[in-house]
């Protein structure tokens, strides 16, 4: 079994920054894909973000150019470096990993974006 637990989230105005750390309670050097999704009221989950073991990375039209995943290994952690921020970034974020063919998530954190 693997937890995840968010941090960094809050509120900020537009084309401010924020970084989102998810830590795992186990290594993750095995661990292949790691992304980070996103759920906005009354929208289905999205996927935003995913980096590979190999550290290639796949980003979201939507965010392409702006946000930055990444992962360190020996702390057991992905971030997601938000930058240049919009309203419609405004979500409960996601963290998320699969292993031994179980998806894990974490508990979310709120990003807002105010206008």
């Known amino acids: 079994q693997v937890q995840l637990v968010e941090s960094g989230g809050g509120l900020v105005q537009a084309g401010g920054s924020l970084r989102l750390s998810c830590a795992a309670s186990r290594s993750i050097f095995s661990i292949n894909f790691m992304g980070w999704y996103r759920q906005a009221p009354g929208k289905q989950r999205e996927l935003v973000a995913h980096?590979?073991?190999?550290?290639?990375?796949n980003y979201a039209v939507s965010v392409k150019g702006r946000f930055t995943i990444s992962r360190d290994n020996a702390k057991n952690t992905v971030y997601l470096q938000m930058n240049s921020l919009k309203p419609e970034d405004t979500a409960v974020y996601y963290c998320n990993l699969v292993f031994d063919t179980v998806n894990y998530w974490g508990q979310g954190t709120q990003v807002t974006v105010s206008s």
């Open positions: 980096i590979t073991g190999g550290g290639n990375t």
